[in-house]
């Protein structure tokens, strides 16, 4: 996978992120996607509480999105159009966040890009697990999410 292709695939992404006027208020932003983490950020200011941290449904959308950003480039980059979903998910809030939310997803350990994607293959659907982490301090995860998302084959 080029950085090109990458590149390009982010931007389509962004614009359908801009597309949904919740997401807009928000303020997300795809930053990038390395190494097989998918980074998505938004500032504080368009997603603070009456405490003056980080809205919890704020961190849960990011997160939630930044799952549903990584399965979805990870399709468009091995050549599929899919509609993801996500199918359920678990989230703890470890640390209230004063800074901009950085959501980061990866797959979940237990699951496999391969696997997943060979199951799209042959069926037009499958699920993958996937976690995503809202930074803190101390190296601590303020924010956790893992759930699973579903593909299905458009057409």
Known sequence: MSADSVSSSLLVLQK???SMPPVRAMQLR?????????QLTAPLAANVNDKGNAFGGSLASAMTLSGWALV?????????DA??????????YRAPVYGDLHA????????????FLNTFVQRG???IGVVAVQPGT???????????????AKG
């Open 125 to 127: 659907k499958a699920r």
């Open 104 to 115: 980061q997803a990866e797959v979940a350990p237990d699951s496999n890009w391969d696997t």
């Open 72 to 80: 979805t480039l990870r399709l468009r980059l091995a050549g599929h």
């Open 83 to 92: 509609e993801v979903y996500v199918a359920d998910s678990q989230l703890r």
């Open 30 to 38: 795809l930053e990038g996607y390395d190494n097989g983490q998918l």
């Open 16 to 18: 359908v992120l801009d």
């Open 138 to 152: 101390d190296g601590k995860a303020a924010a956790e999410l893992s759930g699973r998302f579903v593909a299905f």
